[in-house]
């Protein structure tokens, strides 16, 4: 189960991932650009389950009730680590986009 956010979340984040990889058509794509593409890529996803591992392990389940059930409240173990992940991986490439965008704007 500490996983389940996280794999939830890879399809939306291999979609982003893809969108940063392939736009903007208009700069350069240099050898050089590929490999801080990857790296950068390769930094979010490693930040994103780094981050979510990290969500899960912060979330206190609630204690049981009378009837000896866990009380509600116990779905943040999953959607705190997809909230933490997401942003960590949006947090990288908003910083790779600008200096992306900087170091490959004058090179054209």
Known sequence: MRYLALLLLAPWLLILGWAYASYPKSLPRTPARRLFDALALLLAFSA?????????????????????????????????????????????????????????????
Do not use: K, M, N, T
């Open 48 to 108: 994103a389950a780094y981050a979510g591992l990290l969500g899960h392990d912060a979330v206190q389940l609630p204690g049981l009730d009378e009837a000896g059930r866990r009380a509600s409240g116990a779905i943040w173990q999953q959607v705190l680590p997809a909230l933490c992940g997401y942003g960590a991986f949006a947090a990288v490439l908003a910083l790779a986009l600008p200096l992306r965008h900087l170091l490959w704007q004058r090179l054209r």
